[in-house]
């Protein structure tokens, strides 16, 4: 399994511009998410899907699009680059486990875009 | 609102030696709380799951606690090593289902 993986690895955008980062993963989890992390603020998470054809928006949604046409794939659209999305934006998905009553996760990250805009 | 603090957001200790991290929340109760593994220039890893319902959980040199009373994680790496240096994060279960993260904590282990 190559787990989850994100394309481009690293990405410079000018203010306004639009772009998609990829995301792919192949261990037919059903819930996956994106999150961004900036120095001092942690993983804020930006959007989550947790199964193909839903969404939903996470802490800081403003400015990002997302959809999951399939199990394997969830797009991040930037509509229009602006130098505060300048930062490390990380896929991740998992899959459910109940133990003891208890739903939990487990999440598996991808590598990572660095995106700068300028 | 949902807080998670990580009190040190850097550890310098000396080979040998036992690394104590520590998590910290307010404004919630959560059923299981994560810890992860980040290295520069790479995503999480994940480490270990402990559930509300357990004080402690092992594995090889890794050991967590969770005190629900202090609405605290401990995370205890036991004769560090080098390799061992990294951020670590802690995480739970937010009320929609999601994690939330902590800021992290820089651990650099010295020969």
């Known amino acids: 399994n190559a787990g989850v993986t994100q394309t481009p690895k690293f990405q410079v955008l000018k203010t306004g511009q639009s772009m998609t980062l990829q995301c792919a993963q192949d261990m037919n989890h059903e819930y996956m998410s994106w999150y961004r992390q900036d120095p001092g603020m942690g993983l804020r998470l930006i959007h989550y899907?947790?199964?193909?054809?839903?969404?939903d928006q996470g802490e800081v949604p403003n400015g990002y699009n997302v959809s999951r046409s399939t199990t394997e794939d969830f797009p991040l659209r930037l509509l229009s680059a602006a130098p505060s999305q300048t930062s490390v934006y990380f896929c991740?998905?998992?899959?459910?486990?109940?133990?003891?009553?208890?739903?939990?996760?487990?999440?598996?990250f991808g590598p990572g875009t660095r995106l700068t805009v300028l | 609102s949902q807080k998670i603090e990580q009190n040190s957001e850097a550890l310098n200790i000396q080979e040998g030696k036992t690394a104590t991290l520590t998590c910290n929340y307010t404004n919630y109760s959560p059923a299981y709380l994560q810890w992860y593994r980040q290295d520069p220039g790479r995503g999480p890893v994940f480490l270990l799951l402990?559930?509300?319902?357990?004080k402690e959980k092992r594995k090889e040199r890794l050991k967590v606690t969770f005190d629900t009373t202090l609405k605290q994680s401990l995370f205890h790496i036991t004769a560090s090593q080098p390799a061992d240096s990294a951020t670590y994060l802690c995480?739970?279960?937010?009320?929609?289902?999601?994690?939330?993260f902590g800021k992290g904590t820089k651990l650099s282990v010295k020969p």
């Open positions: 995480a739970l279960r937010g009320s929609q289902g999601n994690l939330i």
């Open positions: 899907s947790v199964g193909a054809g839903i969404t």
């Open positions: 991740a998905s998992s899959y459910s486990i109940t133990s003891g009553g208890i739903v939990s996760k487990k999440q598996f």
């Open positions: 402990i559930r509300e319902n357990e």
